[in-house]
DNA sequence: AATAGTGGCAACCGCCCCTAA
DNA sequence: TTTAGGGGCGGTTGCCACTAT
């Protein structure tokens, strides 16, 4: 267990919190309520600052906490709509999910994040492997405009001159939504749900519609016909137009691309199916 | 069986804002 | 008006368990 000395000479204790800590700190939440978290220090009840205290019960004592179970899939889709609405404002999303903490939904996305980043990155090297030689036809962007594009900051410029890839087009071309989205529907704030100790779990119709551009899937055979998707497509509501693929592509190309304000655009219109379907383009692109 | 890769999670750090003195 | 302390919050790190090779 981790302990430090204070100015003041007094031990801090620092680590996981045992069973006995957990006790007293929730004797102290019954008395006083879930205030007053630098006293616990200072009346000498536990060698803790008032800051990881107020942490310890925000995120594992407080009643009602889903502890230890996994996002369903509503609440994904909730999580990437709010963010898509908010930002990275956690704690306010996670008031919109019942019994998650704002931690939660950050390490949920960053999890998800990280996936990502290991798909394009899985992308890059198998397809730079597989184009040695080749001419590059089709899927070839200016690499200043890629790397220039806030998605791409993940990318380091050794990686941003492999993006000659059909699988990276793909999910590039997930970026090409519109930066002007359409008034969105206005969550209802915690702050005017009366008497409630929890704010209202709201279905999926009650969000913001995602404004994700399918289009580029056209004509692309390997994928149009997925089920998966099409159960997208159906999702988003969305019809394949009848253009190719590389047309499509040309007339949207990546430079072209409106500027979008964070680099977590990329993520806010990426349904999760997607991230699955990715991975297995790309691991199958290896062999 | 050993090792590397990955995901999940808990907790800390640092910054910012608010408020009381 | 200034300033110090408390609290809130987003970012990051480190540990552990599980899985694939």
Request: charged letters at 25%; hydrophobic letters at 35%.
């Amino acid at each position: 267990m981790a302990r430090q000395k204070q100015n003041d000479g007094a031990y801090i204790r620092k680590g996981p919190w045992t069973a006995e800590e957990d006790e007293v700190l929730i004797s102290h939440v019954k008395r006083n309520g879930p205030r007053d978290w630098s006293s616990i220090r200072s009346k000498g009840l536990l060698p803790r600052t008032g800051k990881s205290c107020r942490l310890r019960w925000v995120n594992k004592l407080r009643p009602n906490l889903k502890t230890g179970c996994k996002f369903s899939g509503e609440e994904e889709r909730m999580v990437i709509q709010l963010q898509a609405q908010f930002g990275n404002k956690w704690a306010k999303i996670a008031t919109y999910l019942q019994g998650r903490t704002d931690n939660d939904v950050k390490n949920f996305w960053s999890a998800r994040r990280k996936r990502f980043e290991r798909i394009l990155q899985k992308s890059t090297s198998s397809n730079s492997q597989k184009n040695k030689g080749k001419s590059l036809v089709h899927h070839e962007f200016p690499v200043d405009k890629v790397s220039s594009h806030p998605s791409n900051c993940f990318l380091n410029s050794e990686e941003l001159g492999m993006v000659d890839l059909p699988d990276l087009v793909k999910a590039n071309q997930l970026l090409n939504v519109e930066a002007e989205q359409q008034p969105m529907l206005e969550a209802t704030p915690i702050n005017m749900i009366p008497s409630s100790d929890f704010p209202p779990h709201l279905s999926l119709s009650q969000l913001p519609q995602p404004q994700l551009d399918l289009s580029f899937l056209s004509g692309c055979k390997e994928i149009d016909q997925d089920p998966i998707v099409l159960n997208l497509l159906d999702v988003f509501g969305q019809d394949i137009p009848p253009l190719g693929l590389e047309e499509n592509v040309q007339g949207n190309k990546l430079g072209e691309l409106k500027d979008l304000s964070t680099p977590d655009i990329f993520f806010d219109e990426f349904p999760p199916e997607m991230l699955d379907y990715l991975e297995t383009l790309t691991s199958s692109s290896e062999l």
